[in-house]
């Protein structure tokens, strides 16, 4: 399906990319990276695939090792045609973090944008990478990528498909300064623990660095723990590639995240992008950003706050047309809330932030 | 006695030794429709790129008389060690070399052209079951081969542009019969997969269906005893890898490098293999 980014330059340009149907997404818009989807540990997944463009399209989970008929490989799975459906299926078998995308003529397909992440945690829920690795508080993913931009202006005769030649270099579908816009923001504090997830749907290596006041420790790759867990000043991915990392700031700093692109073919170093983080105190960071998050999401009649403040909180629950249908004050210490609302689409906002969480109750 | 009994175990310990030669020749090869210059290292002075690996027990001793067929000097070394020899023009040298871990061991050319060219040969040492399968990885920008092979080219091409991806000689799909590439397995069965890199450049391997297990490197030990399903294979690493398919069906294997699943700027082509597990 086609879409518009804006580049960092202020030029729109055409993707294609992933959208979410659920809920209701008016003109089916697209983005890249397509949105993330999320799974527990032990789930049996089905991702409700609708082909809305003129295009043959597929979805393969990477890493994720669905059979045969759900690998999204069209000489020896199948292709879904325009205005066609497809239900994948797969077992969350693993903790970690994985990459769907279109296996239709991939070289083209990825390079326009059609990727995305899933996120699998473990069976007790988010808060951790493992089981039994320690708690985070707070956690980010950095998908990396690229475009060639001729590719993006001409995806009907992009030239031959071994020249692909990165010249935009993504996080998160933004580059540059985009990246300093403050919804990338990585913000932590002092002797907390935060998670980052990372994975390069890239045609080169892209090796991501922090500042060496934090420690870092290497939990998991492609989903599976990586032996002796350990230490590391930075990490380098490769085409298709997961690392995910526990860090612990150790001094208040204000410095960046680091992504240096390289391209294979002769190791040049071809772009760098960064992203601002902010290991803070707990006393200066702790009204700018909260880190709530909320799980299981979609739920029947409960939900999870993780509050990483040791302090009450107050939350909202209101329904789309902006009516207020439950609050309450949660306790330090308690994250359970009952809200036996009746299936629909909710915002819940936490202590008064500026975030809504969209809730789904089934 | 116990004097005696220490004396047996050394004599066990290098049970093996084995005279071996090898050929060395660059020349034009044609991979489906594509003409490109390789070097090669083979068993038989016939040269073919679908030369298999040299399987030996763990601590054998090979004595290794390669012969130079071309007219011009090629260095090599082995995969983990960082010094070499130097071949004479249509001269020879002997090497001994004991092989002591279960690793694919490879003489790899370090001379500009042979190297470019691809010029190795794989040793595979330990587990006899990883002479079965074997993934030798080779990428070449076609156009400049030929003046890379005559030394008219010195240095590496830049830019360099490689529209030839392959896997023992064959791209995608005229590897299909390749009985040493395409893995037929079933359910349960470990499968150990030899992996050579030839080639000039980094290939990540991606394996849909399955992770896979490192089981040794000898150029990314880093990355050894862990669990993937996308891992990078440095240029003249050799790298062995166990599957144990938990479930039947045709899955691919590919450069997750996009631009290597793909022939002279087509797709699908280049860099892909196949495992297919029955029950």
């Not at chain 1, 089916?28 to 809305?52: C, E, M, Y």
């Not at chain 2, 030798?136 to 081969?145: C, F, G, I, K, P």
């Not at chain 2, 240029?235 to 294997?253: F, H, S």
Request: with cysteine.
């Amino acid at each position: 399906m086609n879409g518009v980014v804006t580049l960092d330059n202020g030029n729109d340009v055409q993707f294609w990319g992933f959208g979410d149907n659920t809920p209701p997404n008016p003109g089916n818009k697209v983005f890249v990276p397509g949105p993330v989807l999320r799974f527990t540990q032990g789930d049996s997944a089905i991702v409700h695939f609708q082909n809305n463009s003129p295009e043959m399209h597929t979805i393969h989970f990477h890493g994720l090792d669905a059979n045969q008929a759900n690998d999204g490989v069209p000489h020896t799975s199948l292709e879904i045609g325009p205005n066609l459906t497809y239900d994948y299926k797969f077992k969350c078998t693993h903790a970690g973090t994985f990459i769907y995308h279109c296996h239709v003529l991939t070289p083209l397909h990825v390079a326009m944008g059609m990727y995305g992440l899933v996120i699998i945690d473990p069976s007790t829920g988010p808060g951790t990478l493992h089981t039994n690795t320690p708690v985070y508080q707070q956690e980010y993913a950095f998908l990396s990528s690229e475009f060639d931009l001729d590719w993006n202006n001409n995806p009907i005769s992009p030239g031959p498909f071994n020249l692909f030649e990165a010249n935009y270099f993504m996080l998160n579908g933004k580059s540059g300064a985009q990246l300093h816009d403050g919804d990338q923001d990585i913000v932590s504090n002092v002797g907390e623990k935060f998670a980052l997830r990372l994975a390069n749907i890239g045609y080169g290596k892209t090796t991501f660095s922090w500042p060496n006041s934090i420690d870092a420790q290497l939990i998991l790759s492609d989903g599976r723990p990586v032996p002796t867990m350990p230490n590391v000043s930075e990490v380098s991915l490769y085409p298709g590639e997961r690392y995910d990392l526990l860090l612990n700031g150790n001094i208040v700093i204000d410095s960046f995240l680091t992504a240096t692109y390289y391209d294979l073919r002769n190791m040049n170093l071809i772009g760098t992008n960064t992203v601002p983080l902010k290991i803070g105190d707990v006393a200066i960071t702790e009204n700018a950003h909260k880190g709530f998050r909320i799980w299981p999401n979609p739920t029947a009649d409960f939900f999870n706050v993780v509050n990483p403040l040791a302090l009450p909180i107050e939350y909202h629950m209101i329904n789309l047309e902006g009516k207020e249908l439950q609050h309450g004050i949660l306790a330090p210490g308690k994250n359970k809330i009952d809200c036996a609302l009746g299936s629909g689409i909710y915002l819940v906002n936490i202590d008064q932030s500026s975030d809504f969480h969209k809730l789904i109750i089934k | 006695m116990r004097l005696f009994i220490f004396s047996f175990l050394q004599l066990g310990f290098v049970s093996h030794f084995l005279a071996l030669t090898i050929y060395m020749k660059t020349d034009n090869y044609q991979i489906g429709t594509v003409n490109t210059y390789r070097c090669i290292l083979s068993l038989e002075p016939a040269m073919n790129l679908q030369a298999a690996p040299y399987y030996v027990d763990l601590n054998t001793s090979l004595n290794i008389e390669i012969i130079n067929l071309d007219t011009i000097a090629h260095e090599l070394q082995w995969n983990d060690f960082a010094s070499g020899v130097v071949l004479s023009p249509l001269g020879s040298i002997t090497l001994t070399r004991t092989f002591d871990q279960q690793k694919v061991y490879a003489l790899v050319a370090t001379d500009f052209s042979a190297k470019t060219l691809g010029g190795s040969f794989a040793v595979i040492a330990g587990v006899p079951a990883a002479q079965r399968y074997f993934w030798n990885l080779y990428e070449m920008q076609t156009a400049l081969s030929g003046a890379v092979a005559n030394l008219s080219q010195q240095s590496f091409p830049s830019p360099y542009r490689p529209n030839l991806f392959s896997i023992n000689g064959y791209d995608y799909p005229l590897n299909m019969n390749d009985t040493l590439g395409i893995v037929n397995a079933h359910v349960g069965d470990s499968v150990y997969i030899a992996v050579l890199n030839s080639g000039n450049m980094v290939h990540t391997l991606h394996f849909h269906g399955y992770h896979f297990e490192i089981l040794s490197s000898t150029k990314n030990p880093s990355q050894v005893a862990w669990k993937k399903d996308s891992a990078p294979v440095f240029p003249q690493d050799g790298m062995l890898l166990l599957l144990i398919p938990d479930k039947m069906g045709t899955y691919p294997v590919h450069d997750h490098n996009l631009t290597a699943v793909t022939t002279t700027g087509g797709y699908s082509g280049g860099m892909m293999s196949m495992l297919n597990v029955t029950p």
